[in-house]
C-alpha cells in the first residue's frame, strides 16, 4: 500500500507536467500569444510596478539603493520584468486554459475569467518580492552599488533609507499580494485590451479570450461561443 501511494505520486506529477507542457506548447503556436506575453509582462512590470513602488517605497519606506524614485523604479522594474517573464509564459496557457473552461458563456465572461486567473497567479508569485528585493536590490546589495553608480547618489533618498523602520518579510508579502491583487487585474485587463486593438489595427483580429483558450487547451476550440469537439491539436 505505502509503495503503491509512493509511485502514484511522481506519476501524478509527471502527468501534471506533461499537461502543462501541452497547454504551453499549443497556446504559442500562434504569434499573437508571444505578442501577448510581451505585452504582459510589460504592462504587469513597469506599470503595475509603478503603483507597487509607490506602495512600498514611499508608502511603506522600503530600504533601497539611495538613487532618485523614477530610477528606483525602473531599476525594480526591470528586475521584476525579467525574473517574472519565464513565470508569466506558464501563467498565460493556464489563464487561457481556465477561460476556454467557461465554454458556452458570453465572451465578456470568458475574457473576465482570464484576466482574474492570469492575476491571481501572478499576484501568488509576486508575494515573496518584497524580500527578493531586500535581498538582491536593497541597500547595501552589489547590484544597488551599480545602480548608484549608474544613476548618481540621491541624497534625499539615502536619508529616508537611514530613517526607514524594519518591516516583516511576512507581513510585507502578505500586503504585496493584498494591494497588488487589484493592481494586476487592471493590468492585466490593460494589457489584454491593448493586445487586441493592436490585432485588430495589424487585421488579425483573432485574439479575444476564445482565441486564447483555442490555442491553449488541446483537443477544445471555442468559436462564435460555442464549443465543438476537434480530433486534436492542429498540426
Known sequence: MIASGTAAGPGRLRRALGFQADLVRCFYRRPIAWVALVVSAAFLSYGGGAVMFWFHAIVRGEVGPPIDNVHHWLLDSTVGFIALTPVLALI?????????????????????????????????????????????????????????????????????????????????????????????????????????????????????TGELASSAEPGRRLAGGQVRSADGPAG
Open 92 to 208: 498565460l496557457p493556464l489563464g487561457a486554459w481556465q477561460a476556454g473552461g467557461a465554454g458556452r458563456s458570453p465572451a465578456d465572461t470568458r475574457l473576465r475569467v482570464y484576466v482574474a486567473a492570469t492575476a491571481t497567479l501572478f499576484t501568488l508569485f509576486t508575494g515573496p518580492g518584497p524580500l527578493l528585493h531586500d535581498t538582491f536590490v536593497g541597500v547595501g546589495t552589489p547590484l544597488a552599488h551599480l545602480a548608484t553608480m549608474a544613476f548618481g547618489r540621491n541624497d534625499a533618498a539615502a536619508l529616508r533609507a537611514l530613517h526607514a523602520h524594519d518591516h516583516s518579510p511576512v507581513v510585507e508579502g502578505l500586503l504585496q499580494v493584498g494591494v497588488g491583487f487589484p493592481v494586476y487585474v487592471a493590468f492585466t485587463g490593460l494589457a489584454l485590451s491593448f493586445v487586441r486593438l493592436s490585432a485588430r489595427a495589424a487585421r488579425r483580429d483573432r485574439l479575444g
